[in-house]
């Protein structure tokens, strides 16, 4: 039977995570206090008038963790389960993954704690310009750049940023990013985080020595990062023998066509009950034996009770924090290859970085440019991951975890402290 996780705080293992690495590289202790930390934090209770004519108090946040390199960036999400603790870690896990691909960013994060499955349209657009409202103190094209994160989408993206130019007096296209094309959002976006994924999957795969055509893959989690992850590695010859969703997974050994598997989900809204497939749980797919597991859900879903159960040969983290730090150490010790959400899941946040760099230039580029220029800077990426891996001996994560925090490093060296 499926082992089940017990929920641990993300922060705390990314502080924890921090101060391995540190020690390890011998970085001086003024540093590793100031990585350890958000730089800011901002918690805010405010009032949405739902349909039916009462008032509703949710509780949002805005995490700035670190802007040494550039502006803060990272995603706002909309869960039942958003905490402080976890949009700390989600900052500080962006502020990671910025440096790991050398984009000129620090890493923040924001959150709603809310049910987006029992809120209309009307309710989430309010909600969306109150918090954004609340917000406004803390973002902008030059400080804080929110994204589309899980329960948050394009719509979702214009109407923060049309709230936004609106307390302004005029249009800021550039205060967020993976808006709709018709305001000033990229081509490619949409895909660049399971594009990210599948491009790290495949390097690994040639690193590792497994064939690409027919190599088996089960991914938990079928929203936009799996869904297209899964897609896209189909096209590559990939065998997808697995899937899973908030509601369960489906399963089919000789493999799911995932194309219509999405025009499935779409029409009912869940992957439970897809013809010619038999049901499994979210944790039983993590255990599967396979070549190649893509976690894209949410944090800690691979932890000490289940690691010791995954068979898969290499792990592609779609998720932001789906392993914990216990869970790492058994997953190496079992020769298990991951590669860390820092680095693997980072497409989108590459591409986010290519659509503000389009509007504040007004010149916008062709998918076939930006696809290129993600591969191109995940390459890099991995290329010097990899390396840090071999060098150090150490396994993916922190080896990805060396090459940010020795680039964020540098940089406040270099900047020094003011006054």
């Known amino acids: 039977m499926a082992e089940i996780c017990e929920i641990t705080s993300?922060?705390?293992?990314?502080?924890?995570?921090?101060?391995?690495?540190?020690?390890?590289?011998?970085?001086?202790?003024?540093?590793?206090?100031?990585?350890?930390?958000?730089?800011?934090?901002?918690?805010?209770h405010f009032p949405v008038k739902m349909d039916d004519g009462t008032y509703k108090v949710f509780t949002g946040y805005r995490v700035q963790h670190n802007d040494t390199r550039g502006p803060a960036k990272g995603g706002i999400r909309y869960h039942p389960d958003v905490t402080l603790d976890e949009v700390k870690a989600l900052a500080a896990w962006m502020a990671m993954k910025t440096a790991v691909v050398n984009i000129p960013?620090?890493?923040?994060?924001?959150?709603?704690?809310?049910n987006t499955k029992k809120l209309s349209m009307g309710e989430l657009e309010r909600l969306t310009r109150r918090y954004t409202s609340e917000i406004s103190l803390v973002i902008g094209p030059e400080k804080d750049i929110p994204a589309p994160d899980v329960g948050t989408n394009p719509q979702t993206m214009a109407w923060i940023m049309?709230?936004?130019?609106?307390?302004?007096?005029?249009?800021?296209?550039?205060?967020?990013?993976?808006?709709?094309?018709?305001?000033?959002?990229?081509?490619?976006?949409?895909?660049?985080?399971?594009?990210?994924?599948?491009?790290?999957?495949?390097?690994a795969a040639k690193h590792l020595g497994i064939p690409v055509e027919g190599a088996t893959v089960a991914v938990q989690g079928y929203g936009n990062v799996g869904a297209v992850a899964s897609n896209l590695l189909a096209k590559e010859g990939c065998r997808i023998i697995a899937v899973s969703d908030s509601q369960g997974g489906i399963y089919n050994s000789k493999g799911l066509d995932v194309a219509n598997v999405t025009r499935y989900k779409a029409e009912t809204g869940s992957v439970i009950g897809?013809?010619?497939?038999?049901?499994?749980?979210?944790?039983?797919?993590?255990?599967?034996?396979?070549?190649?597991?893509?976690?894209?859900?949410?944090?800690?879903?691979?932890?000490?009770?289940?690691?010791?159960?995954?068979?898969?040969?290499?792990?592609?983290?779609?998720?932001?924090?789906?392993?914990?730090?216990?869970?790492?150490?058994?997953l190496f010790d079992n020769g298990k290859f991951v590669i860390p959400d820092i680095l693997a899941n980072a497409g989108g946040v590459v591409v986010s970085y290519f659509e503000w760099v389009q509007g504040l230039q007004s010149f916008f580029w062709s998918e076939d440019e930006v696809n290129n220029q993600l591969r191109a800077v995940m390459d890099t990426a991995f290329q010097k991951t990899l390396e840090l891996h071999k060098k150090e001996k150490a396994d993916m994560r922190n080896a990805a975890y060396m090459l940010a925090i020795n680039s964020i490093v540098d940089a406040m060296e270099v900047r020094g402290i003011f006054p």
């Open 10 to 44: 993300p922060f705390e293992g990314f502080q924890m995570q921090i101060d391995t690495i540190c020690e390890r590289l011998q970085i001086n202790e003024g540093y590793r206090l100031r990585l350890r930390e958000s730089e800011r934090e901002l918690t805010t």
């Open 105 to 114: 960013y620090g890493g923040a994060k924001g959150g709603v704690t809310c």
């Open 162 to 203: 049309d709230t936004y130019s609106m307390n302004r007096g005029y249009s800021v296209l550039g205060v967020v990013t993976g808006k709709p094309l018709e305001l000033g959002g990229s081509k490619g976006r949409f895909e660049s985080t399971g594009r990210g994924c599948m491009i790290c999957a495949l390097l």
């Open 274 to 330: 897809y013809k010619d497939s038999e049901s499994i749980s979210h944790a039983e797919l993590l255990e599967l034996q396979c070549d190649i597991l893509v976690p894209s859900a949410l944090e800690n879903e691979i932890c000490a009770p289940n690691a010791p159960a995954v068979k898969a040969k290499m792990i592609v983290e779609g998720a932001n924090g789906p392993t914990t730090i216990e869970a790492d150490k058994i």
